[in-house]
C-alpha cells in the first residue's frame, strides 16, 4: 500500500541500516580517534569478552554495575512507580470533569513534555541537599535533610523518572477505562462488590492488555532513557550509572566505537527479551477475548 | 427457481464465492434480481448475507464467481465504478461533518459544484423531513435522524442499487416500525433496485418483494414473502420465518401417517415410510378436548396474552409446541393440552431437513 | 454513620489529590522562580530583588537566541509534520492491511528505534547524512529524529486508526470516493485528535533532543536550543544559574502553549473517545 | 504590506549578487573553538573577532586579497567539542583554523585526524622569523613526536591557592605581616589542613581534585600535583614506559586516603557530586575551603572580577603556594616544588583549502601586537617569549617561579584513556571502596589492556 511506504522508506534507512551497521563494527575495534580509527579491524567477540570479563563484571564502572542500577531503576520507576501510581490517578479521576482533574492532568503531562535539560535543572534544584525543595519541605516536618544525589543516586533519579513519565501511564490508563462500558461497574456495584472488589474483578481483567502494553513501552523508555544523566552524570562513583549511560560513556568518552556498539548490541537483546516476555503474556491476556 | 436468464436480471451474481482464509463465507451463490425489485437477504447471523451485500457493493473481492449490474460485468471495478450506494448498520455519518456536508458528500466526490450539490441535498433532505437538521452534527440529532440522514446521503446521487445492511436494527421498536413504512414507500417511489440485508424475518417479509434465504453461505431458498412462508423448502427455512416460527416435530412417516410422541396424523398424499419431521405454524394448530381423535398430547408450558391473540407453548415429547389462538380471552387449562392439527397445513421434512413433496 | 464515612473518604481523595498535586508541581517551582532573581540559587525562593534582567542578558546571547526562536522551531516543527504525516499514513495502512503478526512488527520496531536513536547508532547516522550531503542541514536533523520517533508514533496512532468503525471508509467508497479522497476526507478529520497527540509527542521529542543535532549540526547558526543552552556555561563549565534558567524557562514556554492549546482544542489523551462525535 | 514585501525582496536579491560577486574572488576562512561571545571563552571571541580580524582582513587587502574570517561559535562541552571535531575531520570538513587541546593531538593524529603544520603549508613554514620567540616547550603544546601541529594561546601552572582571610583567623599568618605560608613538605601541608581543622571546624582545610566528575582536572590538579611529588611521573619518558605498579603511585594514593578518608582533611563529597567543580569554586569565594589546588586560570579567571565566582579583594584574601614534593629534593627530577603545564592553542585543518591564507592568519594572530592585544583583555602566560605577562603582577611571579619546574602530559595517544583510569584510581580511593592497593592493581590491569602489558612498568 502506498501508505506504508514513506514509513518504510524511513525505519529501513534510519532504524534498519543503521542497526545493521552498529552490529556489524560491534566485531570491530572501530575507533573515531587513536591508531585503530585509521585502519579498524575484526576483533571477533573481544569487545563482548570485555563487557562479560568476570573478574571485574560488578565493579563499579563496569558493565554489570550498571545492569544492576538498571534493573533497580525500572523495577522502581517504571513497574512499581509509574504504572500503579498512573493508574492510581487515572481511576482517582475516572468519570470525573472538572478544574481539579484539568489540573492534575495538566501538571502531570507538564512533567513528562517538558524539555530535558530544563527538567533536569529543575530536578538538581529540587533534590539539591542544602538548598532543595523537597528538603526544605521534609524539614518542614522536622526530618533531617537528605543528601540525595549523594547518598541516594539511585533513589534519586527513579523518584525523577517517576515523576517524569507517570503521565503516559496516565493517559494510556485514562483511555482505557474511558472505554469501559459504564454498565460494567454498575451491575458490579448493584451485584454488591465495593470497591476494591469492582476493581478487582471487573476493571483490572478488562484493562489487563493496556496493562502490558503500558509496561512494554514505560519499561523499554526507561530502560532506554539517557535524562538523569544530566542529573546525576551516572555519579557518584557509578552508583546511578545505568546501561544507557555506559554505553554513551564507552562509545563517546573516548570515541570507541566498536565496544560502544557491542554494549548497543547487548542492551538490544536484553530489551528483545524484556519485550518477548511480555508480548508472550499479552497473547496469554488477550485469551479470553 | 433459477429460471429468469441472466438478460432480464438487473444485478446478477453467478457462483459468487468468498472465502476468508478457511472460512467460505459465501458459497457459490446465484442470484437475478429484477430492475426495481426490492429484495431481501434474509438469514441468521454469520449466514454470509451482509459478505453478499459487500460483494455486490465492492467492498470485497469475490474469491470466484461473477457480479454483473444492469448488464456489466462490475467484478473487478472498484465501489466508485459501480454507481451503487449503501447504508450501512451504524449509518457511518462522519462525525466531523454536517448533516449537509454528509449528505452531500457522495456528490462532493464526483465533483458536483457547491451551490448544485446544496440545492440537491436540500431536495433530498426536505423529501425525508429533515432539511431543518442540515446544520447539525450527527451527534446533535436523533437515531431515527441519523438513519434518515443516512439514508439521504445514498439517495442524493440517484445511485443505480441501493444496497441496505440492516439499516433499522439500531432504532427502537417504535421508529422501527415507521421506518419499515418509510423505507417501503420511498423505494416504490424512487424505484431502485434495492438489495436489503436483515436477519429479522418480519422485517424482510413486510418489505421485501422477493427474499433470499441464506444459511451458511448458501442460498435455501428464493420467492415471495408468502411463497417462502407458505412453503419452506427446508427445516431451516421453516424454522426461521415466522413469529412464533413454524413447530417441528420428530417423528416418523408410516404407512400415510406420521407418527410422533403420542398421536398419530392421517395424512393426504402417501409418502415413503421413514423418519421425518412434522412442520406446523403455530396459527394452523388449535386447542382440543382430551381425547379427540388426532389431538397431540402435551403439557402446558406457558401462557403469553398479546392482546388480539393469545400464544399457548407445550411440551410435546422432546419439543416445545406453539399454539396461537386468536381470542381476548385467556383460556381456562390444566395440566395437560391436546393440540389439534389441521392436516391439510403440515408440512413434512425428511430426515436429511428436505421438504417431501 | 454514612455521612461520616462519607466525609471521610471525601476529605482522604481531596487529601491523596494534593499530594499528588504537590509532587508534580514541586519540582517545577525553580524554573518559575530562579529566572526572576538577580541572584539565584538553586533555592526556590521569592525572587528579590525581583527583575528581568536575566531575560534581557538572554536576549542578548544572540545565538542562543536564534537557536531558540528559529532553529528549534524548524527543526522541531519539520520533525512534528514528518512524524505526525506519515505516522498516520503508516498506522492507517498497517490496520487496514490484513498481515499476520503485524502487531509483533510494530512492537519490534518501537523495540528498534529506543536502541538505534540511542547514543550507539550515531556514528553509522552521521556517515549516512554525510554521504547524502545532509551534514549540517535542518533536513539531515528532521529525517533522523523523524525516523526514529515513527515506530512509536505509528504505534500511539494504531489504536487510534483501529477506533475508526470500518464503515466510515466503506461508506465513502460507495459514495464514490477514490481511496485518497477517503483517507483525507473522512479518515483523516476523524484521526485529527490523535494525530495532534502524535504531534505533540513528536514535537516534544524533538524539541528536547540534544544528542542528534549536537551531532549533524555543525555550525552555529543552525544549533537548536538544547546544545545553545551550553552557551551558558562558564569557562569552567559550570552552569550560570541565573541565565540558565531564564533560557529554560523560555525554552519551556513553547511546548507548554502547544500542549495547552491541542488539550483545548482537541483534548490530550489517547486512543478512543473519537465515536461520540465531533465536538 | 506589499511595499515591505517588494524591498525584501530587492534585498534579497542584492544580497545574493553579493554573495556571488564575493564568491568570485574571496577567500574565506573560519576559524572555531569551545567560545560564546557572552559565554564561554567569551574574551577569546572578543580578540579575535573585534581585533585580530578586521587587522588581519585590512592586511591581507593591503596585500591585494580579499579575505573575510568568520569565527564559528561553539556552546557544547569539551568533549562534545572533540567528538565534532573526529566527526567533522573524518569526512573532510570542518574550519580552516581550529581551537585545540594539546592533548587531543596525539590521539587525532594517530587516527590520520591531524597533520603538522609544514605537510599542511609546506616547509615555508619555517620561514616565519618569529619562531625564534616561541620556545620549544611552547611548541610542544600542540606538538607530537617532534612535529608542530599548531600554536598554543599560553600554558599554564598549578599551585596551592589559599585564603589569607582564614590562615589570619587560625593564627597561621599574623594579621597584616605579609608574611607568605609556604609548606616544604607534604607532612607540613598536612599539618597546616589538621590545625585548621581543629581550630575552624566549619572550614574545608584542603581540596585536592579527585575523581571523574573533575575530569582532566583530577589528573592535572589533583593526580600530577601528588605523584609528581613522590619522584615519578605517569609516564616513563626514558624506557616509554607507562608507571602501572610503583611504591609512588601507592604513596600518592595514601596521600589522598590520609585526606579524605582518613583525617577528612577534605570534602570527598564535593570532589564526587555533579558539577562539582563549581561547587568548589563556590566553597572557595565563601571561604569555606582554606587550600586548593589549581591551575592559574583559577586566579586569572574564576576569581577575576566579573566572573560568578570572583573575590571582591581577590588580592587581600587570596594567595598562592608552590605544592611541594613529599619530602624536599624527593620531587620529580629530584625538585622540592612540583607543576605541571598544559595549554590550549589553535591547529590547522589538514582539509582547509587556502592553507596559505590559514598559515598567514594564524602567524598574525600570534603576531607580538596581536598577543599583545590579547594580553589587555587577559593578562596571562603567553606563548612568545617577547611577550610578558603583564598587568597582574602575582601571574607574572607564578611564572616566574613554576616554569624551570613544570612539566608535561606524555604526548601519546594512549594518554587520554590512562588519564581517565588514573581519576577512576583516585575515585575509588577517595570514595572508600577500594585500598590503595587494590585501586593500583586495579589501574594496572586498565593501562596494560590500553597500551599493552608490555609497555608497562611494574615496580
Known amino acids: ?289 | ?357 | 454513620m454514612n455521612l461520616v464515612r462519607f466525609v471521610i473518604l471525601r476529605l482522604g481523595f481531596v487529601l491523596v489529590t494534593v499530594l499528588i498535586g504537590t509532587f508534580f508541581v514541586l519540582p517545577l517551582l525553580w524554573l518559575l522562580t530562579a529566572p526572576f532573581n538577580a541572584q539565584a540559587t538553586l533555592r526556590v525562593e521569592w525572587p528579590s530583588p525581583f527583575t528581568l534582567r536575566n531575560f534581557g542578558d538572554v536576549f542578548r546571547n544572540t545565538f542562543a537566541i536564534r537557536a531558540l526562536f528559529l532553529n528549534s522551531i524548524i527543526q522541531a516543527g519539520g520533525t512534528m509534520l514528518g512524524t505526525a504525516v506519515i505516522a498516520t499514513l503508516a498506522a492507517y495502512a498497517l490496520s487496514r492491511l490484513e498481515i499476520r503478526g503485524r502487531n509483533v512488527l510494530v512492537y519490534l520496531l518501537v523495540l528498534f528505534s529506543s536502541v538505534v536513536t540511542g547514543t550507539a547508532a550515531m556514528v553509522p547516522i552521521f556517515l549516512l547524512l554525510y554521504y547524502l550531503r545532509l551534514i549540517d542541514t535542518h533536513l539531515g536533523v528532521i529525517l533522523v529524529l523523524t525516523g526514529g520517533l515513527l515506530p512509536t508514533g505509528i504505534f500511539l496512532m494504531r489504536d487510534f486508526v483501529e477506533s475508526i468503525p470500518r464503515s466510515y471508509e466503506e461508506s465513502a467508497l460507495v459514495s464514490g470516493a477514490t481511496p485518497w479522497q477517503t483517507f483525507r476526507d473522512v479518515v483523516l478529520p476523524v484521526l485529527r485528535p490523535g494525530m495532534m497527540v502524535v504531534a505533540v509527542w513528536a514535537f516534544v521529542n524533538a524539541w528536547g533532543n540534544f544528542l542528534i543535532p549536537a551531532i549533524l549540526i555543525r555550525s552555529p547558526e543552525k544549533m537548536p536550543a538544547p546544545v545553545a543552552i551550553y552557551s551558558f556555561y562558564t569557562e569552567g563549565g559550570t552552569p550560570v544559574l541565573t541565565l540558565i534558567s531564564a533560557y529554560s524557562l523560555l525554552y519551556a514556554i513553547p511546548v507548554v502553549v502547544l500542549y495547552l492549546f491541542v488539550n483545548w482544542r482537541y483534548g490530550f489523551r489517547f486512543f478512543g473517545g473519537i465515536k461520540g462525535g465531533g465536538k | 504590506m506589499r511595499r515591505l514585501l517588494g524591498r525584501l525582496l530587492v534585498g534579497i536579491l542584492a544580497a545574493s549578487l553579493v554573495g556571488l560577486g564575493l564568491s568570485a574572488e574571496t577567500i574565506k576562512l573560519t576559524v572555531t573553538a569551545r567560545a560564546v561571545r557572552g559565554g564561554v571563552n567569551s574574551l577569546l571571541v572578543q580578540w579575535l573577532e573585534d581585533v585580530v580580524f578586521p587587522a588581519f582582513e585590512k592586511w591581507m587587502k593591503e596585500q591585494g586579497k580579499d579575505v573575510e574570517v568568520e569565527f564559528i561559535q561553539f556552546g557544547g562541552t569539551d568533549e562534545a567539542l572533540k567528538e565534532q571535531y573526529a566527526l567533522d575531520l573524518k569526512v573532510g570538513r570542518g574550519a580552516d583554523i581550529m581551537g585545540f587541546d594539546g592533548f587531543w593531538i596525539p590521539e587525532f593524529d594517530a587516527a590520520g585526524l591531524v597533520k603538522p603544520l609544514d605537510e599542511i603549508v609546506g616547509p615555508e613554514v619555517w620561514e616565519w622569523e618569529d619562531w625564534k620567540y616561541i620556545p620549544p616547550s611552547m611548541r610542544e603544546i600542540l606538538g607530537y613526536k617532534g612535529k608542530v601541529y599548531g600554536l598554543p594561546l599560553g600554558t599554564d601552572v598549578r599551585v596551592i591557592f589559599y585564603r589569607k582571610d582564614i590562615f589570619e583567623k587560625a593564627g597561621i599568618i599574623p594579621a597584616g605581616s605579609g608574611i607568605r605560608w609556604q609548606p616544604r613538605s607534604w607532612e607540613e601541608l598536612l599539618n597546616t589542613a589538621r590545625y585548621l581543622k581543629k581550630v575552624l571546624p566549619d572550614v574545608i582545610p584542603l581540596q585536592i581534585n579527585a575523581g571523574t566528575q573533575m575530569g582532566e582536572a583530577t589528573t592535572m590538579q589533583g593526580w600530577f600535583m601528588v605523584l609528581l611529588g613522590t619522584g615519578i611521573h605517569m609516564y616513563d619518558f626514558d624506557s616509554g614506559k607507562w608507571y602501572a605498579k610503583h611504591p609512588g603511585i601507592l604513596e600518592a594514593l595514601n596521600f589522598y586516603k590520609t585526606v579524605y578518608i582518613d583525617e577528612k582533611l577534605g570534602d570527598a563529597r564535593t570532589q564526587l557530586i555533579p558539577g562539582a567543580r563549581a561547587r568548589t569554586f563556590e566553597l572557595f569565594r565563601d571561604g569555606k575551603i582554606a587550600m586548593l589546588v589549581e591551575g592559574d586560570w583559577f586566579w586569572r579567571s574564576v576569581l577575576a572580577p566579573g566572573s560568578e565566582w570572583a573575590v571582591p579583594n581577590r588580592n587581600e584574601v587570596v594567595d598562592w603556594a608552590m605544592m611541594p614534593a613529599k619530602e624536599p629534593g624527593a620531587g620529580y627530577r629530584g625538585q622540592n616544588f612540583v607543576t605541571i603545564s598544559g595549554g590550549t592553542g589553535f591547529i590547522l585543518n589538514p582539509n582547509t583549502k587556502h592553507p596559505e591564507e590559514a598559515w598567514a592568519l594564524m602567524r598574525f594572530a600570534f603576531s607580538r601586537e596581536m598577543q599583545l592585544e590579547f594580553q589587555k583583555l587577559q593578562p596571562r602566560i603567553r606563548a612568545r617569549t617577547d611577550v610578558p605577562v603583564t598587568g597582574d603582577p602575582v601571574m607574572s611571579e607564578m611564572a616566574k617561579a613554576l616554569l624551570p619546574l613544570t612539566t608535561v602530559r606524555p604526548m601519546l595517544p594512549g594518554y587520554p584513556k590512562i588519564s581517565y583510569e588514573a581519576q577512576l584510581m583516585t575515585e575509588r580511593v577517595v570514595a572508600g571502596v577500594m585500598t590503595p592497593e587494590e585501586a593500583m592493581e586495579a589501574y594496572a590491569e586498565a593501562i596494560k589492556e590500553i597500551v599493552g602489558p608490555e609497555n608497562v612498568i611494574e615496580e
Open chain 1, 1 to 289: 500500500m502506498a501508505f506504508l511506504a514513506p514509513a518504510l522508506l524511513f525505519i529501513g534507512v534510519f532504524l534498519l541500516f543503521p542497526f545493521i551497521w552498529v552490529l556489524i563494527i560491534s566485531f570491530t575495534d572501530t575507533a573515531l580517534t587513536g591508531p585503530s580509527a585509521a585502519n579498524p579491524s575484526f576483533v571477533g567477540l573481544e569487545n563482548y569478552y570485555r563487557l562479560f570479563n568476570a573478574s571485574r563484571w560488578m565493579r563499579a564502572g563496569e558493565f554489570g554495575n550498571a545492569l544492576r542500577n538498571t534493573l533497580f531503576f525500572v523495577l522502581g520507576s517504571a513497574i512499581l512507580g509509574q504504572a500503579p501510581l498512573g493508574l492510581a490517578i487515572a481511576l482517582a479521576f475516572h468519570r470525573k470533569k472538572g478544574l481539579v482533574r484539568e489540573l492534575v492532568f495538566s501538571v502531570a503531562t507538564m512533567a513528562w513534555i517538558l524539555p530535558d535539560v530544563a527538567v533536569a535543572f529543575a530536578w538538581i534544584a529540587f533534590l539539591d541537599r542544602d538548598f532543595g525543595t523537597l528538603n526544605a519541605v521534609l524539614g518542614a516536618f522536622g526530618a533531617k535533610a537528605i543528601d540525595w544525589y549523594f547518598e541516594k543516586p539511585l533513589v534519586a533519579i527513579t523518584l525523577f523518572n517517576i515523576w517524569r513519565g507517570t503521565a503516559f501511564s496516565m493517559l494510556l490508563f485514562s483511555a482505557a477505562l474511558g472505554n469501559i462500558p459504564p454498565s460494567y461497574w454498575e451491575t458490579a456495584e448493584v451485584a454488591g462488590a465495593n470497591a476494591w472488589q469492582r476493581f478487582r474483578d471487573i476493571i483490572l481483567p478488562l484493562i489487563l492488555p493496556h496493562f502490558l502494553t503500558d509496561l512494554i513501552l514505560i519499561t523499554l523508555w526507561t530502560f532506554n532513557t539517557f535524562t538523569p544523566y544530566l542529573i546525576t552524570g551516572g555519579g557518584p562513583f557509578f552508583r546511578s550509572e545505568t546501561v544507557s549511560m555506559y554505553t554513551y560513556r564507552v562509545a563517546f568518552k573516548f570515541l570507541e566505537f566498536g565496544r560502544g556498539a557491542a554494549v548497543a548490541v547487548v542492551m538490544m537483546a536484553i530489551n528483545l527479551v524484556l519485550a518477548t516476555g511480555y508480548l508472550l503474556s499479552l497473547r496469554r491476556g488477550r485469551a479470553w477475548r
Open chain 2, 1 to 357: 427457481m433459477n429460471s429468469e436468464s441472466r438478460e432480464n436480471g438487473y444485478i446478477v451474481l453467478q457462483g459468487l464465492t468468498k472465502h476468508f482464509g478457511l472460512v467460505v463465507a459465501v458459497d457459490r451463490v446465484d442470484l437475478n434480481i429484477a430492475q426495481g425489485e426490492f429484495f431481501a437477504l434474509l438469514g441468521p447471523s454469520g449466514c454470509g448475507k451482509t459478505t453478499t451485500l459487500r460483494l455486490i457493493a465492492g467492498l470485497e473481492r469475490p474469491t470466484a464467481g461473477r457480479i454483473f449490474i444492469g448488464g456489466r460485468d462490475v467484478t473487478d471495478l472498484v465501489p466508485r465504478e459501480r454507481d451503487v450506494a449503501m447504508v450501512f448498520q451504524d449509518y457511518a455519518l462522519y462525525p466531523h461533518m454536517t448533516l449537509l456536508e454528509n449528505i452531500g458528500y457522495p456528490l462532493k466526490v464526483r465533483g458536483v459544484p457547491r451551490k448544485k450539490l446544496v440545492a440537491r441535498v436540500r431536495e433530498v433532505a426536505e423529501h425525508l423531513k429533515i432539511a431543518d437538521l442540515l446544520d447539525r452534527r450527527p451527534s446533535q440529532v436523533s437515531g431515527g435522524q441519523q438513519q434518515r440522514a443516512a439514508v439521504a446521503r445514498a439517495l442524493v446521487h440517484e445511485p443505480k442499487v441501493f444496497l441496505f445492511d440492516e439499516p433499522l436494527s439500531n432504532l427502537d421498536a417504535k421508529l422501527r416500525l415507521e421506518a419499515r413504512a418509510f423505507l417501503k414507500h420511498l423505494q416504490r417511489e424512487v424505484g431502485v433496485t434495492t438489495v436489503y440485508v436483515t436477519h429479522d424475518q418480519a422485517e424482510a417479509m413486510a418489505m421485501a418483494d422477493r427474499i433470499a434465504v441464506m444459511f451458511a453461505g448458501r442460498i435455501a431458498q428464493v420467492g415471495s414473502p408468502l411463497d417462502v412462508y407458505r412453503e419452506p423448502m427446508t427445516v431451516e427455512v421453516a424454522a426461521f420465518l415466522g413469529n412464533p416460527p413454524m413447530n417441528l416435530i420428530p417423528g416418523r412417516l408410516e404407512g400415510g401417517e406420521f407418527v410422533g410422541p403420542g398421536f398419530r396424523i392421517p395424512l393426504s398424499s402417501t409418502s415413503p415410510s421413514g423418519e421425518a419431521f412434522l412442520g406446523i405454524r403455530p396459527e394452523h394448530l388449535r386447542l382440543a378436548e382430551r381425547g379427540e381423535t388426532g389431538a397431540i398430547p402435551g403439557r402446558l408450558y406457558a401462557v403469553q396474552p398479546l392482546g388480539p391473540e393469545v400464544l399457548v407453548t407445550a411440551q410435546v415429547g422432546e419439543v416445545t409446541v406453539s399454539v396461537r389462538l386468536f381470542t381476548e380471552e385467556l383460556p381456562h387449562l390444566g395440566d395437560e393440552v391436546w393440540l389439534l392439527v389441521d392436516p391439510s397445513r403440515v408440512h413434512l421434512f425428511d430426515s436429511g431437513g428436505k421438504r417431501i413433496r
